[in-house]
């Protein structure tokens, strides 16, 4: 079972305490990237590039590695049907530049590949908290970003998880690509994201994946930018 293999690399990415001297974890971040079978090939590749090419922007870095000393602990997997989640870079500690140029290289290559028979979001959550659950360095935040085109249609739906406090402690954001009905976006904000200041970013196409992750990722780690939702941003009500 692909479970199983994941297991086996996530261990080999985790940092251990020992190993995480000097190096205050601002965020523990489990990104994860839709496989499911509404995403053909080249979507697959722009979600893989893209990711990469967020963390590789300048801002991005930057928010990363600030204040001096600080970085993110990092693991990116794939998702699509009720068992189909497929780890593809384990926990990383991204604590430089050339940390950061790794992790990202590994995510283009090998996040193109998967290709999964349903949307199983719940299942996708699952794993992300399964994933967190293996990472032994405290970080201030643990957040799982998950993207996708379309609803659960697949496996235990985010309640079922949420309601048996498998997700707690986690906060869950979403980035939507609209255009599938029922409604992604609504979806995510009413059934998805969870935590203090949790949102929703919604794209027209995966072309603007990269753009959209990088902003995505600055609205997560940088304290200078404001939480209040910018054209294609949508956060749930107070207390959401």
């Given at each position: 079972?692909?479970?199983l ?52 922007s ?67 959550l ?81 072309t ?21 939702p ?11």
């Amino acid at each position: 079972m692909k479970i199983l293999r994941a297991v086996a690399l996530a261990v080999v990415g985790v940092v251990t305490p020992a190993t995480a001297l000097s190096f205050e974890c601002k965020a523990a971040l489990a990104l994860a990237l839709d496989m499911s079978k509404s995403v053909d090939a080249a979507e697959r590749q722009l979600q893989a590039r893209g990711l990469a090419a967020a963390l590789l922007s300048e801002p991005v870095q930057a928010a990363i590695l600030s204040p001096k000393g600080s970085g993110v602990m990092a693991a990116a997997y794939l998702w699509g049907g009720g068992y189909e989640q497929e780890l593809i870079v384990g926990w990383t500690r991204l604590d430089s530049r050339s940390a950061i140029e790794q992790f990202a290289a590994h995510v283009a290559r090998r996040g193109r590949h998967g290709r999964g028979r349903a949307t199983a979001v719940g299942e996708a959550l699952r794993y992300g908290a399964y994933l967190h659950g293996l990472n032994q360095v405290p970080c201030g935040q643990r957040i799982i970003d998950v993207s996708g085109d379309g609803v659960n249609n697949n496996g235990r739906k985010p309640a079922y998880f949420r309601d048996r406090g498998v997700l707690e402690g986690l906060r869950i954001n979403g980035l939507v690509i609209v255009g599938a009905t029922p409604d992604p976006a609504s979806y995510y904000l009413d059934e998805v994201i969870q935590g203090p200041g949790a949102f929703v970013i919604d794209i027209d196409d995966y072309t603007g994946y990269a753009a959209a992750m990088e902003r995505k990722l600055l609205r997560e780690l940088s304290p200078s930018v404001s939480m209040k939702p910018h054209q294609g941003e949508t956060a749930p009500p107070s207390g959401g």
